[in-house]
Structures are given as structure tokens and as C-alpha cells.
T-cell receptor, first 109, second 115 residues
């Protein structure tokens, strides 16, 4: 079966750096997405990786290793507003999106 | 208004009721989706419409009935639901359906409670 694994919950301190990991086993690969979802709000698109390497976008970066079936989302200079759930999703060979259960990130002052 | 708008935001219904969820997108997208989001579970794709044609129905019980009258509007009609159907129902849209870099734009969801 197809599977996406990410930690259920993480805690970090304001101003620090946190890395949220995502590992996947899917039938084929056509890209990996990260979305952010604040409580009670819509998930919003953060990043898309289809080639190996690091994509940087301001305080957020996303890394992909296709050979390892692994990605991470790196958040720098954490702010209280970064408290949210982070969803990892992989598009498989049929272009279906396979979703992880999300990682709830708690930022403490 | 821009983006994807869902109404109602909250809905409580009995198992014998009939209600509908509405989704509207003003992005000019060609594909629309219904997802179910339950606590600590992955998003479950329910239905996909592309250019108003249903292209996917992920073994969803018939008590959920989608309708897509045009490319901007999507409905989910609900009848004789079960308590386990209580969840957040998310609508999303995208430019096209099925391409690699296709980014979904989500609505804020309709929180459904079935008593």
C-alpha cells in the first residue's frame, strides 16, 4: 500500500529552527507538496519539490531525496504565527495525491 | 470575493436530515474536489470534478451525493448520515486535474456534526 509518515506533533521555541520530516512509500513519484493549515482554516500551499535538493522560500525551505523517499520542511526564525499543522503529500504515478496525517507544530515563547 | 468559499462553516444535523454543503471558487479553475478531514488522519479524497464532469468517486457511500452545476460551484448533498461522518469537509480547486505541479487551493471547510 501507499503510505506517508510524518510526526504527529512537534514543539519548538520562538526564534529557533525546526525540521519536520516526511517519508513516503508510493507507487511512483510525480512531486511532493507541503501545505500549512492553521486551526479552523484552509490548508495553504507552501512548497513543491519534484527534483532532489533544497528549495528555499524565505524562512521556509523544503528538501527532497527521491532515492530515500524522504523530504523535510525547515522553518527558520520561528514565529508564534507558525503554530499550525503541516501536511505532506505525494503525487503518485497515477497523479493521485497521497496525504500524510499532518504534523502539529506548537511554538512556545 | 476571491479564493474558495465554503458555506456553511458549521452544520449540526440529525441522522434523518437532508442538508447540502456549498463551495464556490472565483479563481477560474477547471477542477474541483471534495475532501474529508478527520482528526489525526490523512485527507480523504471523496470526489473530483474536471470541467464539470465527475472524474473520480473514491468509493464514497451513496449518502453523499455531489453536484457540479458549473465550473465555479460544487455541492455536497447529505442525507441519512451516520455519526462517523462527523468531520471537516474541505472543498478545493485547481487549474487542471492530474498534472504533476497542480496546486490545490482549499476552502476553510464545513465542520459537520451528525447527532
Amino acid at each position: 500500500g501507499q503510505n506517508i509518515d510524518q510526526p504527529t506533533e512537534m514543539t519548538a521555541t520562538e526564534g529557533a529552527i525546526v525540521q519536520i520530516n516526511c517519508t513516503y512509500q508510493t507507487s511512483g513519484f510525480n512531486g511532493l507538496f507541503w501545505y500549512q493549515q492553521h486551526a479552523g482554516e484552509a490548508p495553504t500551499f507552501l512548497s513543491y519539490n519534484v527534483l532532489d535538493g533544497l528549495e528555499e522560500k524565505g524562512r521556509f525551505s523544503s528538501f527532497l531525496s527521491r532515492s530515500k523517499g524522504y523530504s523535510y520542511l525547515l522553518l527558520k526564525e520561528l514565529q508564534m504565527k507558525d503554530s499550525a499543522s503541516y501536511l505532506c503529500a505525494v503525487r503518485d504515478s497515477n497523479y493521485q495525491l497521497i496525504w500524510g496525517a499532518g504534523t502539529k507544530l506548537i511554538i512556545k515563547p | 470575493e476571491t479564493g474558495v468559499t465554503q458555506t456553511p462553516r458549521h452544520l449540526v444535523m440529525g441522522m434523518t436530515n437532508k442538508k447540502s454543503l456549498k463551495c464556490e471558487q472565483h479563481l477560474g479553475h477547471n477542477a474541483m474536489y471534495w475532501y474529508k478531514q478527520s482528526a489525526k488522519k490523512p485527507l480523504e479524497l471523496m470526489f473530483v470534478y474536471s470541467l464539470e464532469e465527475r472524474v473520480e468517486n473514491n468509493s464514497v457511500p451513496s449518502r453523499f451525493s455531489p453536484e457540479c452545476p458549473n465550473s465555479s460551484h460544487l455541492f455536497l448533498h447529505l442525507h441519512t448520515l451516520q455519526p462517523e461522518d462527523s468531520a471537516l469537509y474541505l472543498c478545493a480547486s485547481s487549474q487542471d486535474e492530474g498534472s504533476g505541479a497542480n496546486v490545490l487551493t482549499f476552502g476553510a471547510g464545513s465542520r459537520l456534526t451528525v447527532l
